[in-house]
């Protein structure tokens, strides 16, 4: 029997992580192949003549399993009964600056939706802050919209799991499949921690960790890390844009493992609100590593963590913890 649709709101649609986004969701990428959706688009008003353009689109590709568009500048209108909401909507980073001179702009957007979110999505709507700074508007978010569970309201930290799993491979010259649980700790910004002491490369002898095939600790432990944790800058400085179409794609496998669950033996990173699990400060919005099983994540536990990690994990937790207060002092 066809499935009923599901709804799935995209903030700042007429963006370009949007334009790259709203495809891949009418086709099937976010949700599955079986899965049809209505797509509520929110911008704000001065884009509303390009958000229609879009609108257009998607009705010229006449995408299978997309059921219904909802344009709209009016945010009660966009959140009414979604099940999902990809908050991509903001003020992105231009080159020069840092994630912390957009804070301002974005976390009173990320108070005033939401409540809108709070009164008008489905019950158990699953949210997904890709805006930057992107764990904080996540925790206003949280804070802010109380009677939505706080394991229903996410961060994309997706995108940097898939940006190390992506390093690795290039470095080995293996396919991308193949490289799995990396863990981005922390925030989705130049202190996260792209830790692969646990990840592991298939082989035809097996899965072997990446630590022993690498072989070379020096490039593991600085190199790998600072690409990983700049490349939203290399690609700001080499596309004069921020990132977009990897940006969308990560979104998508972010929800899909959340809502369809993580393959056996594999983990991914999502930002998500700590439960003090690792030492880490309960309530923050922290990128960990999780497994996902009947649309629940739950953090991985038990992983062994040395200094040099601890180091840089508290330091992450520290970023996000002066983020906050800065946060609270840009909403008073
Ligand atoms: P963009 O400027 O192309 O699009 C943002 C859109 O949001 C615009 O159309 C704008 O009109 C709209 N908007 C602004 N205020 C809004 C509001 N109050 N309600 C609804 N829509 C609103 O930017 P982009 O390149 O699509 O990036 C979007 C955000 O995603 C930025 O904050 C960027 O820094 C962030 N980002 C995060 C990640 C991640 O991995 N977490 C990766 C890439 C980009
Ligand atoms: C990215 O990681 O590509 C984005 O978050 C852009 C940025 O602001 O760093």
Redesign the pocket.
């Known amino acids: 029997m066809a499935k009923n649709p599901m709804r799935v709101l995209v903030t700042g649609a007429a963006g370009q992580i949007g334009y790259a986004l709203v495809p891949m969701i009418a086709r099937g990428v976010m949700l599955g192949p079986d899965q049809p959706v209505i797509l509520h688009m929110l911008d704000i008003e001065p884009a509303a003549e390009a958000l229609n353009g879009v609108k257009m689109e998607l009705v010229d590709a006449a995408f299978p399993l997309l059921k219904g568009v909802v344009a709209t500048s009016d945010v009660v209108e966009a959140c009414k009964d979604v099940n999902i909401a990809v908050m991509v909507g903001g003020f992105?980073?231009k080159e020069g600056?840092e994630?912390k001179d957009?804070m301002s702009k974005n976390v009173s957007i990320y108070k005033a939706q939401a409540s809108a979110l709070e009164k008008h999505a489905a019950p158990n709507c699953k949210v997904l802050v890709v805006a930057?700074p992107?764990n904080t508007n996540a925790l206003i978010l949280k804070e802010f919209a109380p009677s939505i569970p706080e394991k229903n309201i996410t961060c994309l930290t997706r995108?940097?799991h898939n940006r190390a799993l992506g390093q690795i491979s290039e470095r080995l010259k293996v396919h991308v499949s193949d490289v799995k649980n990396a863990i981005i700790w922390g925030n989705?910004?130049?202190t996260q921690y792209p830790d692969v002491n646990h990840a592991t490369v298939a082989s035809n002898s097996g899965e072997k960790p990446v630590r022993e095939i690498v072989a070379d600790d020096n490039w593991l432990n600085s190199e790998f890390i600072t690409t990983v944790q700049q490349?939203?800058?290399a690609?700001?400085k080499a596309r004069k844009l921020?990132?977009a179409l990897?940006?969308a794609s990560s979104a998508c496998d972010h929800i899909r493992d959340w809502v369809l669950g993580t393959p056996k033996g594999t983990w991914v990173s999502m930002g998500v609100h700590s439960d003090g699990s690792y030492g880490i400060q309960k309530g923050l919005i922290y990128s960990f590593p999780v497994t996902c099983e009947n649309g629940e994540w739950s953090i991985v536990q038990g992983l062994k963590i040395d200094e040099f990690s601890r180091a840089k994990m508290d330091a992450t937790a520290k970023e996000l913890v002066e983020e906050k207060s800065l946060a609270y002092s840009c909403l008073n």
């Open positions: 992105p980073r600056m994630r957009v930057n992107a995108l940097d989705h910004s130049s490349r939203g800058a690609i700001i921020s990132s990897s940006a």
